[in-house]
């Protein structure tokens, strides 16, 4: 091979892997892709207010972590759990119920408005991904 032909190698490559992570996003915690919408505002805002509160279990663009499960499930469909869900939840904390994380405290310090903004984030996630 001459340096030439090296040149273009890299350079395949180097496209291949461009256009593979364009299609298929970041990955999850489990290995799988999910999908980032473009976020309305409100979300971009409930981003914020998640990833300071609520991240650390939930995870990073809801995939869960060890310490709490994942958005982007069945369980949490907006059929099944309702926006009432997320208001409660921060409010009053969660009894395991679904999972064996063990309870959800309350969370302190996150405001009405920012409950409203993060229950929208989760919402549109949810949404380019199917749930
Ligand atoms: C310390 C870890 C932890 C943090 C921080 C946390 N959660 Fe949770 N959350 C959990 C666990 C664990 C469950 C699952 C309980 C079960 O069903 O077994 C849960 C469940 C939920 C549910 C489902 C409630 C239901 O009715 O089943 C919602 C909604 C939720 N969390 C929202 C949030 C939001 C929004 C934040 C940030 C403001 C947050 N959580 C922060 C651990 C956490």
């Not at 340096?3 to 996003?25: D, P």
């Not at 663009?61 to 759990?81: I, M, R, S």
């Not at 408005?113 to 991904?129: D, F, G």
Request: charged share 15%; aromatic share 12%; hydrophobic share 40%.
């Amino acid at each position: 091979m001459n340096f030439k032909m090296v040149a273009v190698f890299v350079l395949i490559l180097a496209v291949t892997y461009a256009a593979w992570t364009m299609f298929t996003g970041p990955s999850n915690a489990g290995g799988g892709t999910i999908s980032i919408p473009e976020f309305s505002q409100t979300a971009q805002s409930g981003q914020i207010a998640y990833e300071e509160n609520c991240a650390t279990c939930h995870g990073d663009n809801g995939t869960g972590t060890d310490n709490g499960p994942p958005f982007l499930h069945a369980f949490y469909k907006a059929g099944h759990h309702g926006d009432g869900a997320f208001l409660n939840a921060i409010k009053n904390g969660v009894r395991a119920h679904h999972w064996r994380f063990g309870n959800m405290p309350p969370v302190e310090g996150v405001s009405d408005a920012q409950i409203r903004w993060i229950t929208k984030y989760v919402r549109e996630l949810q949404a380019a991904n199917g749930y």
